[in-house]
T-cell receptor, first 113, second 114 residues
Framework: AQSVAQPEDQVNVAEGNPLTVKCTYSVSGNPYLFWYVQYPNRGLQFLLKYITGDNLVKGSYGFEAEFNKSQTSFHLKKPSALVSDSALYFCAVRDPTGNQFYFGTGTSLTVIP | NAGVTQTPKFQVLKTGQSMTLQCAQDMNHNSMYWYRQDPGMGLRLIYYSASEGTTDKGEVPNGYNVSRLNKREFSLRLESAAPSQTSVYFC?????????????FGPGTRLLVL
């Protein structure tokens, strides 16, 4: 079965420091991995995705994610956090055999001024 | 270009009442999806429509029905609401159902069933 795990419910980081939001996955076949961000009372917004190619994927708002096949991870990173990055972040994996997305439980990121 | 729109934004129902959640997209996407979001559980797929004229069950379809009215619109119906259906409902769309396709989400409908 396909699944995604986000081991941290909450991540706090000081403004200007680098941030990492962790994601690990379990999938049969080649993984298609996505990161979404959700601001309060809003829908999910697409940040970036890994389909194939370079293990380092660059996305919106200065975010990037590193695909690591051996560790089955797809951690989201940003070199310098902004207060405006505070939001709920979801990792998702696409089922290569069907039509479903499988979402993680979300990580709440708080950037402290 | 409004993207994905959902109505209503918020609804309160009594147990046993019925209602339909509306979703429309203006991006000419072929595929549409309904999710529910519950605390600590992420998003779970209720139903999806890979293309106009087709619908399929997702992970948690019980208690729901859907209609793909046309290419733009995909509605979700609760025939007899239950408190367990209290949730935030998101509609999404993608160009195709392909595995690499990004899904674009609406703003959500908050539903409270008393």
């Amino acid at each position: 079965a396909q699944s995604v795990a986000q081991p941290e419910d909450q991540v706090n980081v000081a403004e200007g420091n680098p941030l990492t939001v962790k994601c690990t996955y379990s999938v049969s076949g080649n993984p298609y991995l996505f990161w979404y961000v959700q601001y309060p009372n809003r829908g999910l917004q697409f940040l970036l995705k890994y389909i194939t190619g370079d293990n380092l994927v660059k996305g919106s708002y200065g975010f990037e994610a590193e695909f690591n096949k051996s560790q089955t991870s797809f951690h989201l990173k940003k070199p310098s956090a902004l207060v405006s990055d505070s939001a709920l972040y979801f990792c998702a994996v696409r089922d290569p055999t069907g039509n479903q997305f499988y979402f993680g439980t979300g990580t709440s990121l708080t950037v402290i001024p | 270009n409004a993207g994905v729109t959902q109505t209503p934004k918020f609804q309160v129902l009594k147990t046993g009442q019925s209602m339909t959640l509306q979703c429309a997209q203006d991006m000419n996407h072929n595929s549409m999806y309904w999710y529910r979001q519950d605390p600590g559980m992420g998003l779970r797929l209720i139903y999806y429509s890979a293309s106009e004229g087709t619908t399929d069950k997702g992970e948690v379809p019980n208690g729901y029905n859907v209609s793909r009215l046309n290419k733009r619109e995909f509605s979700l119906r609760l025939e007899s609401a239950a408190p367990s259906q209290t949730s935030v409902y998101f509609c999404a769309s993608s160009v195709t159902p392909g595995h690499q396709e990004t899904q674009y989400f609406g703003p959500g409908t908050r539903l409270l069933v008393l």
